[in-house]
């Protein structure tokens, strides 16, 4: 019922910067909280960042907090990640999500999922 697909992916330095876009489809997106992931080889997803259905509020664990920022345009369908000053630690496949629960933090507080995008941060 609802679509999601991550673009922005890529190879940059320590300390450089990626732009991540999340694009929505099939149910109305202003509707949804959504939140980014991701996934390194061999490790747990973990949560990156939330965002409720309005864009006022915003969430963010501690090994992100100050790089990362979460933002969503709702006429456009659209989540973005933007990341800043990336480390190596940063490398990994990164998802976007949808659900009912504002800034959930919790992989089953989502219900939709995208295929994911690759982020690498190369030493």
């Known amino acids: 019922q609802v679509q999601l697909v991550e673009s922005g992916g890529g190879l940059v330095q320590t300390g450089g910067s990626l732009r991540l876009s999340c694009a929505a489809s099939?149910?109305?997106?202003?509707?949804?909280?959504m939140g980014w992931f991701r996934q390194a080889p061999g490790k747990e997803r973990e949560f990156v960042a939330a965002i409720d259905w309005s864009g006022t509020n915003t969430f963010y664990p501690d090994s992100v907090k100050g790089r990362f920022i979460i933002s969503r345009d709702n006429e456009k369908n659209s989540l973005y990640l933007q990341m800043n000053s990336l480390k190596p630690e940063d490398t990994a496949v990164y998802y976007c999500a949808a659900g009912p629960v504002g800034l959930g933090s919790q992989i089953n507080e989502y219900n939709y999922w995208g295929h994911g995008t690759q982020v690498t941060v190369s030493s």
């Open positions: 099939g149910r109305p997106f202003s509707t949804l909280a």
